[in-house]
């Protein structure tokens, strides 16, 4: 069993950053595809950025430029720096680990960005 802890969301102003951590319970960046949701009220959860485990990071269009995603091998850490925050990245952001053989989905419990305006 793998367990992801996020932290870091909080209230910020239109403009600013923030920055998320994902604490991994045991090391799997190497067999998983570790990756940032975000579910907005009322809306279906999206991804929003995704890292590979060899590397590669992908973005949806609504915040390349603004986001990156990065992780800590050995801290068994993700992390997604938020900038140039806009009101409509308000949602509660959800760490994922996708393991690429087995399929199985891990998820955190989630972590709320509210942007102010």
């Known amino acids: 069993q793998v367990q992801l802890v996020e932290s870091g969301g909080g209230l910020v102003q239109a403009g600013g950053s923030l920055r998320l951590s994902c604490a991994v319970s045991?090391?799997?960046?190497?067999?998983?595809?570790m990756a940032w949701y975000r579910q907005a009220p009322g809306k279906q959860r999206e991804l929003v950025a995704l890292?590979?485990?060899?590397?590669?990071?992908n973005y949806t269009d609504l915040v390349k430029g603004r986001f990156t995603i990065s992780r800590d091998n050995a801290k068994n850490t993700v992390y997604l720096q938020m900038n140039s925050l806009k009101p409509e990245d308000t949602a509660v952001y959800y760490c994922?680990?996708?393991?690429?053989?087995?399929?199985?989905?891990?998820w955190g419990q989630g972590t709320q960005v509210t942007v102010s305006s």
């Open positions: 045991r090391s799997i960046f190497g067999i998983a595809s």
């Open positions: 994922n680990g996708a393991m690429v053989m087995s399929r199985v989905n891990y």
């Open positions: 890292i590979t485990p060899g590397g590669r990071t």
